[in-house]
């Protein structure tokens, strides 16, 4: 089938689905029996419609050959912004993600170039992850475009990936299922590209640094594909193949002496695990190119070898990089030390046999092989991370907010009052990738594999800044995954000696990655990215405070399970008096919580971007509206005992409001906080902790203006420039 029939048969599909009527607002007819022309003809774009608002202000054709921005059927089928129809209605059938991909091979097919027509530039083959993406999240941010990176990043999960046409993307939710989690794919290409420094006008990367002036980035200029539409006089076949390796257990038998395991065993699998981790999506559905994660039962599941648990003698001071709560005894039975005092104390000597535990993430590569054309291939990068418990949320998006010297007005980003460091998202990473990876296709020279890039783009028209929403789906490129603090939560760095860098490398990771999520997350966001902060659901700790807050539901308060699988702090009498009870954080064990498929997304999933960032800002203006704003030690001693979104109707915030005299606008946020007491251990349960209340801070809190209450006095109105 050519090009255009397939374009043809997409077009025939949605017409009668309102796509027909909308395409026509535009002056384009999708139903035309000459649509090689009609596409090609001028039209008067209408960027009044819901959707188009951020069509490239140039673009006048249906399809511009070899410019995916400009081609008016390419956006109007690939943004998830567009989902209304010509009379505001909402569009009940959508593109699939192969018509998409087909009808941009005909963006590039339509008048195919010749390989001299790139001129004299260092032209080699290089695979991308790729998507297309409304204006506030791309490379330029002037319109509606293809972004571009050498680095993909899916994700794991528990059940099969499902396509949203809507938002022509993915989510990991499961309907009904709150305790499962799909998996996230990521979308590959082959694209000719050329060899240039940075140029931020011209083509990125995205957020370019001072050092991108000076680094070489692999630049796209036209997508491969089978056939002899993808360049004149050639009749291409163009090859993906991919290798993805987890090698977390192997490593720590390599960093720490006297496990009981070493070569040649530790080659093999578990140690080494190559197969199970991935496969390419069906190419009808999907079009090539989509690497898919295979679902696991569970998060983390046991590790065997030869056929039996693998055991090994737990290292002392593993640095939590490694589960080792469940002791093998002499003979064979399974003991678990999260039932005996002092478990840190036991793990942290180490000295006894230990179960391991896996997990599916991995890293690898992604490349082309093209016969008909002798060009060099450039390998991608492939993640396969942890789960996003934050899908629509974006480190970069966080990055640019909390350095935003308007909401946080410190001499230099980040502010000191919020995080220890600044926040940086993997597209920010500049450190070249693990040269052991099977084939060494990465160098050290290639310091720029996990920046976001576009075609390159001469523009002559102003900078315009249109209303327009983000995606609400789960993005695969490197500006939606943390960066590498220590180790990090995609992925991790390693450091070389010969010649001493840093490195990208997924064996960094704690085994499972549950062990990295539990310290993490526990820390206040210590590591600052989009992650869930579980401070608040354990005891006051001297080493942090909450700085992303969850809500009750997310940490379990209410009864039923939080995130992790546990529940949140309550209030109980003891020996007349209330004291808040906590299960201690020293017995908490979230491997555990995977392998019992405790672990759960569903609530705190549905965040957006600006609450998120309303969350940051509540925590901070609570901490200052109890006299700990600047003072990271005063923090520590206010833990956050309630948070919750109000929603009207609510008594209590109402009598809040009739006591105060004063209403307050918009979004309200409430905030319980208590200043702590002694902590103890009570004597019939050494998993739990009993905190004294000394002090106890309510606050009801809008964009504007924040209602107080000190020890149960009346609600008043708190001054918040004091």
């Known amino acids: 089938m050519s090009l255009l029939n397939a374009v043809e048969r997409a077009c025939a599909r949605l017409a009668p689905f309102g796509w027909r009527d909308l395409l026509l607002q535009h002056g384009l007819d999708i139903t035309s029996a000459t649509l090689r022309e009609e596409l090609a003809k001028p039209l008067q774009i209408n960027r009044t419609l819901s959707g188009f608002e951020d069509f490239s202000v140039s673009a006048m054709h249906g399809i511009a050959p070899g410019r995916p921005a400009d081609s008016l059927l390419f956006h109007a089928l690939a943004s ?191 140690f080494v695990i190559t197969q199970g981790l991935s496969h390419w999506a069906d190419t009808e559905a999907f079009a090539p190119g989509l690497l898919m994660p295979d679902a696991k039962q569970t998060l983390v599941e046991p590790a065997y070898y030869k056929g039996q648990p693998l055991s090994f003698m737990m290292p002392p001071d593993s640095g939590g990089l490694i589960h080792g709560r469940h002791r093998v005894r002499d003979d064979g039975s399974i003991e678990d030390l999260n039932d005996l005092e002092n478990v840190d104390a036991m793990v942290k000597a180490g000295g006894y046999r230990a179960l391991h535990y896996q997990d599916a993430m991995a890293d690898g590569w ?49 502010c000191p009052e919020v995080w220890h460091t600044r926040v940086n998202p993997l597209s920010d990473v500049r450190f070249y990738i693990n040269q052991s990876l099977e084939g060494h296709y990465f160098d050290q020279e290639d310091r720029g594999v996990t920046a976001i890039v576009s075609h390159p783009h001469s523009f002559t028209t102003p900078r315009t800044s249109p209303q327009v929403a983000r995606a609400q789906r789960q993005s695969w490129l490197p500006d939606f995954a943390s960066g590498v603090f220590g180790p990090g939560w995609e992925i991790g760095r390693g450091l070389v000696d010969v010649p001493f860098a840093n490195v990208l490398c997924g064996y960094q990771l704690a085994s499972p990655f549950t062990e990295d999520a539990r310290i993490c997350a526990a820390l206040g966001s210590y590591w600052p990215g989009v992650a869930p902060d579980s401070t608040r659901t354990f005891e006051p700790r001297s080493v942090s405070a909450t700085t992303i807050p969850l809500t009750d539901n997310e940490i379990g308060s209410p009864g039923s399970p939080g995130w992790d699988g546990r529940r949140g702090p309550t209030s109980v009498e003891v020996d007349g008096r209330t004291v808040i009870q906590y299960d201690a954080y020293e017995y908490s064990d979230y491997t555990q919580a995977a392998l019992a498929g405790q672990l759960s997304l569903a609530i705190t999933g549905h965040t957006s971007t600006e609450q998120y960032h309303q969350r940051v800002l509540g925590m901070r203006r609570a901490y200052q509206a109890v006299g700990a704003g600047s003072d990271k030690e005063q923090r520590k001693q206010w833990p956050l005992l309630s948070f919750f979104l109000v929603q009207l109707p609510d008594e209590g915030f109402e009598a809040a409001q009739q006591e105060a005299d004063f209403r307050l606008e918009g979004d309200v946020q409430f905030y319980r906080l208590f200043k702590h007491g002694t902590i103890s251990t009570p004597a019939d349960n050494f998993k739990l902790r009993h905190v004294e209340i000394e002090q106890q801070v309510e606050l009801y809190m809008s964009p504007d203006a924040v209602l107080i209450r000190l020890n149960g006095a009346p609600w008043q109105r708190h001054d918040e420039s004091l």
Not at 148 to 168: E, H
């Open 80 to 270: 998830p912004n567009v989902s209304t129809g010509a009379r505001g209605e909402t569009l009940t059938v959508f593109p699939t993600a192969a018509e998409i991909e087909q009808v941009l091979n005909y963006v590039y097919g339509a008048v195919p170039p010749t390989l001299e027509a790139f001129g004299d530039q260092i032209l080699a083959i290089a695979v991308f992850a790729y998507e297309y993406r409304p204006q506030p999240e791309t490379v330029h941010r002037r319109h509606a475009d293809l972004c571009f990176s050498r680095a993909g990043v899916a994700r794991v999960g528990t059940a099969a990936a499902l396509y949203d046409p809507q938002r022509r993307g993915f989510l990991p939710f499961v309907e009904g299922q709150p305790n499962q989690m799909r998996v996230i794919p990521a979308r590959y290409g082959a694209f000719i590209t050329a060899k240039h420094v940075g140029q931020p006008e011209r083509f990125g990367p995205m957020n370019a640094q001072p050092i991108d002036q000076d680094l070489e980035f692999w630049v796209p200029l036209h997508k491969l594909f089978d056939g002899d539409e993808c360049l004149a006089e050639l009749d291409l076949r163009v090859l993906l193949e991919n290798h993805q390796i987890n090698e977390k257990i192997g490593q720590i038998h390599r960093r720490f002496r006297g496990t009981g395991w070493q070569e040649p065993d530790i080659l093999n699998a578990p």
């Open 366 to 414: 992604v490349r082309a092989y093209c016969p008909q054309l002798m060009l060099d291939s450039i390998a991608a990068y492939s993640i396969i991370g942890a789960p996003d418990f934050f899908p629509l949320c974006g480190q970069l998006e966080l990055k640019e907010w909390s350095s935003d010297p308007e909401v946080f007005p410190c001499p230099t980003p980040p």
